[in-house]
């Protein structure tokens, strides 16, 4: 046989015989204490793995559950302040009113008028839950009352507000204009 009849019968031969490639190659023998082993080092792999994946998504739930809780308190707070501001806005009219009907006038159906309007606007800020200030008779309390008068009076106990000048509101617990007030003793 010649070279080149050689090389041809030994290309036929390779592609006669199967191929073994690394899916087909065939496992070499191991000794039954050793697979054990593998076997046991492999679950305790993916058990410690299947705890750090439960872990992390206790703590991804965890942050999104207190995510969820911080946007519905910022999202209440944010209402609360647009309705104080509101609120803050609509209280010199409020304060103009209250002039007008300290006033006397011969004209009945003005004054009848500036009181409905008064009213309406009370209704108005009792809807949007704020809330005047009690101050008349009251100790005095620095949160919620400016003390611009001091007055000695007997009549009264010591640090109570003996006369208001102008109400204060409030919006829950948040304060949104004190009461102008005078304290007595």
Same mark, same amino acid.
């Given at each position: 046989?010649?070279?080149?009849?050689?090389?041809?019968?030994? @290309?036929?031969? +390779?592609?006669?015989? *199967?191929?073994?490639?690394?899916?087909?190659?065939?496992?070499? +023998? &191991?000794?039954?204490?050793?697979?054990? &082993?593998?076997?046991?080092?492999?679950? !305790?792999? $993916? /058990?410690?793995?299947?705890?750090?994946?439960?872990?992390?998504?206790?703590?991804?739930?965890?942050?999104? !559950?207190?995510?969820? /809780?911080?946007?519905? /308190?910022? =999202?209440?707070? @944010?209402?609360?302040?647009?309705?104080?501001?509101?609120?803050?806005?609509?209280?010199?009219?409020?304060?103009?009113?209250? /002039?007008?009907? =300290?006033?006397?006038?011969?004209?009945?159906?003005?004054?009848?008028?500036?009181?409905?309007?008064?009213?309406?606007?009370?209704?108005?800020?009792?809807?949007?839950? @704020?809330? +005047? @200030? &009690?101050? $008349?008779?009251? *100790?005095?309390?620095?949160?919620?009352?400016?003390?611009?008068?001091?007055? !000695?009076?007997?009549?009264?106990? !010591?640090?109570?507000? %003996? +006369?208001?000048?102008? %109400?204060?509101?409030?919006?829950?617990?948040?304060?949104?204009?004190?009461?102008?007030?005078?304290?007595?003793?």
């Amino acid at each position: 046989m010649s070279e080149k009849e050689q090389e041809t019968q030994e @290309i036929l031969e +390779e592609e006669a015989a *199967p191929a073994a490639g690394p899916e087909e190659a065939l496992p070499e +023998e &191991e000794a039954p204490g050793q697979a054990a &082993e593998g076997e046991s080092a492999v679950a !305790e792999l $993916l /058990r410690e793995e299947k705890k750090q994946l439960e872990d992390k998504f206790l703590r991804l739930a965890a942050e999104y !559950e207190n995510y969820r /809780r911080r946007t519905a /308190r910022e =999202k209440e707070s @944010i209402w609360a302040d647009a309705k104080g501001e509101a609120a803050a806005a609509f209280l010199p009219v409020y304060d103009n009113l209250e /002039r007008a009907l =300290k006033q006397e006038t011969a004209d009945e159906a003005y004054k009848k008028g500036v009181e409905m309007t008064m009213a309406q606007l009370k209704t108005v800020l009792e809807k949007l839950g @704020i809330t +005047e @200030i &009690e101050a $008349l008779g009251q *100790p005095f309390d620095p949160k919620v009352h400016n003390a611009v008068m001091h007055v !000695e009076d007997e009549g009264l106990g !010591e640090n109570v507000v %003996a +006369e208001v000048f102008q %109400a204060g509101f409030q919006l829950g617990d948040k304060v949104i204009r004190c009461s102008m007030v005078k304290v007595a003793n």
